[in-house]
């Protein structure tokens, strides 16, 4: 699955994760952690301020995990239905300034998931990974 999510990435995209330090490992590069701002604040809202502070390109989230099954809901709703990258889902949160948001390429039957810009959105303070 790294792999797919690597090939889905630009060398510039920041990504955020519930499991950033996890994901880091797998990707070899740099994963924003989004848990503890959102367990801090107690809210999944809170996600949206590492977001912002860091410019976040992309959140990777996998529904089957216990970790990320609550924060599937609210990206889903505020970012359309992500792509699937095997059992995980990709948000595309930002549009990337280099690509027109029109040419940013969905896979099949995610058409939801170009995704928006980031909203503005308060919260505890996010941590790097």
């Known amino acids: ?30 994963v924003y952690n989004l848990r503890h701002a959102i367990r801090r604040a107690g809210r999944v809202e809170a996600a949206e ?10 959140v990777l989230l996998s529904p089957a995990d216990p970790d990320d099954a609550p924060l599937v809901p609210y990206f889903t709703r505020v970012y359309g239905a992500g792509s699937a990258v095997g059992s995980a889902r990709l948000w595309r949160v930002r549009p990337r300034p280099d690509v027109p948001p029109a040419a940013i390429a969905v896979a099949p039957g995610d058409e939801k998931g170009a995704g928006a810009a980031t909203r503005s959105g308060a919260g505890a303070d996010p941590e790097r990974p």
Do not use: F, K, N, T
């Open 49 to 58: 301020a590492v977001l912002d502070r860091y410019g976040i390109d992309q």
């Open 1 to 30: 699955m790294a792999r797919s999510v690597r090939d889905r990435l630009g060398a510039e995209d920041r990504l955020a994760s519930a499991r950033g330090p996890l994901w880091s490992v797998y990707l070899d590069r740099p």
